[in-house]
């Protein structure tokens, strides 16, 4: 069975800092896909970023970056420089890839607060 | 150009009522999910459409609630006998069902989410 973790419920920095969200994630699939989205207060899931099994190499978008490792099993995500519109619950999100039938496994989110 | 839309954005009722919720997904998108989101909690699957036909409907919790896609593309989640803990926001995805090289590349794109409110 597929399974997302994050660990942390809560974050809270002062603008400008650097954060690092955890994601863990469990599946038997060789192939797959994991993905981040963010919930602002207003409730609507946004993507941020999907990353296939096969693709090891981190990626950086603006003051976003993800780390991927395989090895550990983890897809963790930084912002850098955190600004108060960064302020949201954050998804860690996996799906499988091959069999057609990809809903995505959701971990229960992390809340993180910017304050100004 | 236009995202996935959801109507009733709320939806306050009592239990035993019968409920449905509306989700027009994003213009050519094939794919379409519901996911239900509890308090704290992240989105769970509930039913999954590719075109008209359900292809999994593995999350759906019982048989009180129903989902149909009858052209192939604004989708209704139905509830009957309301009860308590089927107050949740419930969201709606599509995706455009893209295949290359035998990978699916699905990105799910979700709609603002309907609250609904069992009294």
């Known amino acids: 069975a597929q399974k997302v973790t994050q660990a942390q419920t809560e974050i809270s920095v002062v603008e400008k800092e650097d954060v690092t969200l955890d994601c863990v994630y469990e599946?038997?699939?060789?192939?797959?896909?994991l993905f981040w989205y963010k919930q602002p207060p207003s409730g609507e899931l946004v993507f941020l970023i999907r990353?296939?099994?096969?693709?090891?190499q981190n990626e950086i978008s603006g003051r976003y970056s993800w780390n991927f490792q395989k090895s550990t099993s983890s897809f963790n995500f930084t912002i850098t420089a955190s600004q108060v519109v960064d302020s949201a619950v954050y998804f860690c999100?996996?799906?499988?890839?091959?069999?057609?039938?990809?809903?995505?496994?959701f971990g229960k989110g992390t809340r993180l607060s910017v304050i100004a | 150009g236009a995202g996935v839309s959801q109507t009733p954005s709320n939806k306050v009722t009592e239990k035993g009522k019968y409920v449905e919720l509306r989700c027009d997904p994003i213009?050519?998108?094939?794919?379409l999910y519901w996911y239900r989101q509890s308090l704290g909690q992240g989105p769970e699957f509930l039913i999954y459409?590719?075109?008209?036909?359900?292809?999994?409907d593995s999350g759906l919790p019982n048989d009180r609630f129903f989902a149909v896609r009858p052209e192939g593309s604004v989708s209704t989640l139905k509830i009957q006998r309301t009860e308590r803990g089927d107050s949740a926001v419930y969201l709606c995805?599509?995706?455009?069902?893209?295949?290359?090289?035998?990978?699916?590349?699905?990105?799910?794109?979700f709609g603002p989410g309907t609250r609904l409110t069992v009294l």
């Open positions: 459409f590719q075109g008209t036909g359900a292809a999994d």
């Open positions: 213009s050519g998108h094939t794919a």
């Open positions: 599946t038997r699939d060789t192939t797959y896909y």
């Open positions: 995805a599509s995706s455009p069902r893209r295949q290359r090289g035998g990978l699916y590349t699905d990105t799910q794109y």
């Open positions: 990353r296939n099994s096969f693709d090891e």
């Open positions: 999100a996996l799906s499988e890839a091959l069999s057609g039938n990809t809903p995505l496994v």
